[in-house]
């Protein structure tokens, strides 16, 4: 069964440390890779995505994630935290050959920043 | 910009009543979705519309319906509400070409259902 994991419920750095959320996958063939953000009660924003190319994606606010496709991970990172970034990311693929372009979405990850 | 509105923030149903949930977005998309949102689980599929009067059953469909009379209304119906539909509903859109999958979001509706 195709599934995305994000094994950590919640993250904690401090503000000015680099910081990593993870993301691992199970899908065959080479899907499309995306992250979300959700700040408090609002809907998803779309934050990066990758296609194909560069394994390094630059997205908006800063984050860029790595794909690596022998360890099928999509990890996000931000060089130096803000305590704005405190919010749920999501990690989700969207299966090869897949014309609806569904997503399948990840549980979630907490990023709390402290100052 | 891309703009996906729901009908409602919040609501507040009783178990038994039928529970309309609109959506609306402005992009002439040909995809629309809809989304429950539950701590732990993350987002699921209930259903999902490539097309006007186009629906494909997500991944937890039961106790659902949903109605696409005009491109840019997707309609989520709960025929008869049960406490453990009390979450908090997504709707999102992607063009069906374009964007390779990236999708837009409403900001979502927490529907209590006592």
């Known amino acids: 069964a195709q599934s995305v994991a994000q094994p950590e419920d919640q993250v904690n750095v401090a503000e000015g440390n680099p910081l990593t959320v993870k993301c691992t996958y199970s899908?065959?063939?080479?899907?499309?890779l995306f992250w979300y953000v959700q700040y408090p009660n609002r809907g998803l924003q779309f934050l990066l995505k990758y296609i194909t190319g560069d394994n390094l994606v630059k997205g908006s606010y800063g984050f860029e994630a790595e794909f690596n496709k022998s360890q099928t991970s999509f990890h996000l990172k931000k060089p130096s935290a803000l305590v704005s970034d405190s919010a749920l990311y999501f990690c989700a693929v969207s299966p090869p050959m897949d014309s609806s372009y569904k997503l399948i979405f990840g549980s979630g990850t907490r990023l709390l920043v402290r100052p | 910009d891309v703009k996906v509105t729901q009908s409602s923030r919040y609501l507040v149903k009783r178990t038994g009543e039928k529970v309309f949930l609109e959506c609306v977005q402005d992009?002439?998309?040909?995809?629309m979705f809809w989304y429950r949102q539950d701590p732990g689980l993350g987002l699921r599929l209930i259903y999902f519309?490539?097309?006007?009067?186009?629906?494909e059953k997500g991944d937890i469909p039961e106790g659902y319906s949903v109605s696409r009379e005009k491109k840019e209304r997707f309609s989520l119906i709960l025929e008869s509400a049960s406490t453990n539909q009390t979450s908090m509903y997504l709707c999102?859109?992607?063009?069906?070409?374009?964007?390779?999958?990236?999708?837009?979001f409403g900001p979502g509706t927490r529907l209590t259902v006592t």
């Open positions: 899908v065959s063939g080479n899907p499309y």
């Open positions: 999102a859109s992607s063009p069906l070409r374009g964007g390779l999958g990236e999708q837009y």
């Open positions: 519309s490539y097309d006007v009067k186009m629906k």
């Open positions: 992009m002439d998309h040909e995809n």
